[in-house]
């Protein structure tokens, strides 16, 4: 990315994926009225500690890099509702998001989760969660805390039990199958709890049977 580009300070929407870029450069924070950033399918190893400057960023997508982190300084970006960072080399959520609050939108798919902090229950207003395809072992049941989620999707990581709390998530409607549809997205994990009679119930069945467990 030329640095080059900082000239253009009304920039509202940058759009660089699929470029090769190995870097972002520190001069993105000088474009103050940023409110997209498309830079997936990149090579991106890093996030820039200046892209925190970009307070009106609200739209932010980092999706297929090699990213392992975020820095502290993106906690700034108070107005990002949707956040997108699948399929990179993330072993946890950045400390960051969990300061994000008003995120509706987060895709962590496709990187090494192996837990999601209890932390995740201060993004209240998210709708959508994505953490398919990691290693994660349980779900905390301050997930059930964000009762606004239409969409959940936990499929295809290690998770073996339902936090019993789930059924307080009333906004999704199904057991899900289609990547695309809302509801909830867990059939593909080994679960030992609740058994497989139950889940072929739906949705209605699986709550019903966290109640009175």
Known sequence: MPSTLVVLQNLVVLNLWGNHLSSLPAEIGQLKKLRVLFAYRNRLTEVPVELGLCTKLEVLSLANNQ?????ASLSALACLRKLNLSHNCISHIP?????????????????????????????VDLKILIV?????????????????????????????????????????EKLACHPLDKGLHILHNPLLKPIKEVLEGGLTALYNYLKSS
């Open 67 to 71: 990213i392992n982190t975020l820095p």
């Open 132 to 172: 398919e395809g990691n290693c994660i072992h349980s779900l905390p049941r301050t997930l059930c805390f964000l009762t606004k989620l239409e969409l959940l999707n936990v499929d295809f990581n290690d998770i073996q039990n339902v936090p019993a709390e789930m059924f307080k998530l009333r906004r999704l």
């Open 95 to 123: 400390a960051c998001v969990y300061t994000m609050k008003s995120l509706v939108f987060l895709h962590m798919a496709c990187n090494q989760l192996e837990n999601i902090a209890d932390q995740i229950q201060v993004l």
